[in-house]
């Protein structure tokens, strides 16, 4: 599934917007979840799940095509947990 594909959803299902104003909805959206997550923020989207950055430390690897160790440098990643109801949907 695309934003587009997101966007033609909200079209759809919430009659009464243009096009254009639903893509307005689904851009404004992911611009305040990104705007949390870039402050160090949680977001909680209640029967959803949670979106959450966390910090991994630098640590030592292998290069998988020539076996030789290298240093894989600290960096932050995105996490997603679904919720239970989400989980409960998805495995009945």
Known sequence: MTKADIVEGVYERLG????KEASAIVETILDVMKEALVNG?????SSFGSFAVRSK???MGRNPKTGKPL???ARKVLTFKPSQVLRSILNP
């Open 57 to 59: 430390n630098e640590r």
């Open 41 to 45: 923020e949680k977001v909680k989207i």
């Open 16 to 19: 009464g917007f243009s096009k």
């Open 71 to 73: 240093e894989i440098t």
